[in-house]
């Protein structure tokens, strides 16, 4: 069993995070998504293959259960936005790229809203539509966040690729607007931060501290050109904040894995895509990255996380890294292994998850 050594500064012990693959618990099929389920204590993943069907990953066992039946699902689609209301007891989904029938992303984006019920939830075990109105709401979009602040009911959706130009052609689209959705009438609004808001971006990686209420963003590609700024967006007080991050921080990607860690008070991230080296263009030097990172949350300080033994961490970008607050563990899932994208998206997408265990 491989090891991987935090190292948190010198104020905080030495630590280490056991990788472990998922013996027997490979998802039958890809997916595009995950989010936590705490209160049944499973991860829900929205699958890709088979339009109606979705995989769930039980805490416990690390195994998946039986695929659930479903009244409904939302069409199969890349980069779309998850996210999990906790006192609501619902998951929602927003945009992303619907698939053809060869798997093809479509080039325009969604804009449609969709909620999801668990199976103990008075609704059902399904999703449904949500109607809003036409002429309010973000435009349609893949690549971008979106955050359920549970405690003041909205939920916040940040940048995402809407593909179109600056000149209204077909094209890469990032932008860096802020939209919140009313979780008790699902109604959308146009947030008016106070401060200068992170660029235009997509694919960036996302996470939420339900405690101080705070929106962190991370990366992203912006055109040509990717990030490795830290930004958060504090909703108590309706203001951006560029983060002064001190230490080795990782090299600028996107489609980078990244999630809170509430008993360590900090942010870990993992993966993500690089800009290739015009230097380095061979096949032993992928863009496809495997290094895991922590950004302290106490000292603003990135610490890179070195890889000891055969089990490192995988290659991969596009996937979900979910934290299990009661045993403290996280779940690596899905994502791409390649940095290249064959016309049908075959035989690149992972199905192997993997359990990282924090050891003291």
């Given at each position: 069993?491989?090891?991987?050594?935090?190292?948190?500064?010198?104020?905080?012990?030495?630590?280490?995070?056991?990788?472990?693959?998922?013996?027997?618990?490979?998802?039958?099929?890809?997916?595009?998504?995950?989010?936590?389920?705490?209160?049944?204590?499973?991860?829900?993943?929205?699958?890709?293959?088979?339009?109606?069907?979705?995989?769930?990953?039980?805490?416990?066992?690390?195994?998946?259960?039986?695929?659930?039946?479903?009244?409904?699902?939302?069409?199969?689609?890349?980069?779309?936005?998850?996210?999990?209301?906790?006192?609501?007891?619902?998951?929602?989904?927003?945009?992303?790229?619907?698939?053809?029938?060869?798997?093809?992303?479509?080039?325009?984006?969604?804009?449609?809203?969709?909620?999801?019920?668990?199976?103990?939830?008075?609704e059902g075990c399904a999703w449904y539509?949500?109607?809003?109105?036409?002429?309010?709401?973000?435009?349609?979009?893949?690549?971008?966040?979106?955050?359920?602040?549970?405690?003041?009911?909205?939920?916040?959706?940040?940048?995402?690729?809407?593909?179109?130009?600056?000149?209204?052609?077909?094209?890469f689209g990032p932008r860096n607007d802020?939209?919140?959705?009313?979780?008790?009438?699902?109604?959308?609004?146009?947030?008016?931060?106070?401060?200068?808001?992170?660029?235009?971006?997509?694919?960036?990686?996302?996470?939420?501290?339900?405690?101080?209420?705070?929106?962190?963003?991370?990366?992203?590609?912006?055109?040509?050109?990717?990030?490795?700024?830290?930004?958060?967006?504090?909703?108590?007080?309706?203001?951006?904040?560029?983060?002064?991050?001190?230490?080795?921080?990782?090299?600028?990607?996107?489609?980078?894995?990244?999630?809170?860690?509430?008993?360590?008070?900090?942010?870990?991230?993992?993966?993500?895509?690089?800009?290739?080296?015009?230097?380095?263009?061979?096949?032993?030097?992928?863009?496809?990255?495997?290094?895991?990172?922590?950004?302290?949350?106490?000292?603003?300080?990135?610490?890179?996380?070195?890889?000891?033994?055969?089990?490192?961490?995988?290659?991969?970008?596009?996937?979900?890294?979910?934290?299990?607050?009661?045993?403290?563990?996280?779940?690596?899932?899905?994502?791409?292994?390649?940095?290249?994208?064959?016309?049908?998206?075959?035989?690149?997408?992972s199905f192997q998850s993997y359990n990282?265990?924090?050891?003291?």
């Amino acid at each position: 069993m491989g090891l991987l050594s935090f190292i948190f500064g010198s104020k905080k012990p030495r630590q280490a995070l056991r990788v472990t693959p998922l013996e027997h618990s490979e998802a039958p099929f890809a997916h595009h998504g995950a989010v936590v389920d705490p209160k049944r204590r499973e991860v829900i993943c929205l699958a890709t293959s088979f339009p109606d069907k979705m995989p769930a990953l039980c805490l416990e066992s690390g195994t998946w259960r039986d695929r659930l039946s479903l009244v409904r699902l939302p069409q199969p689609r890349y980069r779309p936005a998850l996210s999990w209301d906790t006192k609501g007891h619902r998951a929602f989904l927003f945009g992303g790229r619907l698939l053809d029938e060869n798997r093809v992303p479509n080039v325009k984006p969604e804009r449609d809203l969709w909620v999801y019920y668990p199976p103990d939830h008075e609704e059902g075990c399904a999703w449904y539509p949500v109607r809003v109105d036409a002429l309010s709401g973000p435009p349609g979009r893949s690549g971008c966040s979106m955050t359920c602040d549970s405690q003041g009911r909205e939920a916040f959706v940040f940048g995402g690729d809407t593909g179109k130009n600056s000149l209204g052609q077909p094209g890469f689209g990032p932008r860096n607007d802020l939209w919140s959705l009313d979780l008790e009438k699902l109604r959308w609004r146009k947030v008016q931060g106070i401060g200068a808001p992170p660029s235009a971006r997509s694919n960036h990686a996302s996470a939420y501290d339900p405690e101080l209420r705070r929106i962190y963003i991370w990366g992203g590609r912006m055109g040509g050109e990717f990030d490795r700024a830290m930004w958060y967006y504090d909703i108590v007080g309706n203001r951006w904040h560029a983060v002064c991050a001190s230490g080795l921080a990782p090299s600028p990607r996107h489609g980078a894995a990244m999630v809170f860690v509430a008993s360590k008070n900090m942010i870990f991230l993992h993966g993500g895509l690089a800009a290739a080296d015009a230097k380095k263009k061979s096949k032993q030097v992928s863009p496809t990255q495997n290094d895991a990172w922590c950004f302290d949350l106490d000292t603003m300080k990135w610490s890179p996380v070195p890889s000891v033994g055969e089990d490192a961490l995988p290659r991969r970008w596009g996937h979900t890294v979910v934290h299990d607050e009661i045993r403290g563990n996280l779940f690596l899932l899905g994502g791409l292994e390649s940095d290249e994208l064959d016309a049908k998206m075959e035989g690149i997408w992972s199905f192997q998850s993997y359990n990282l265990e924090f050891a003291a």
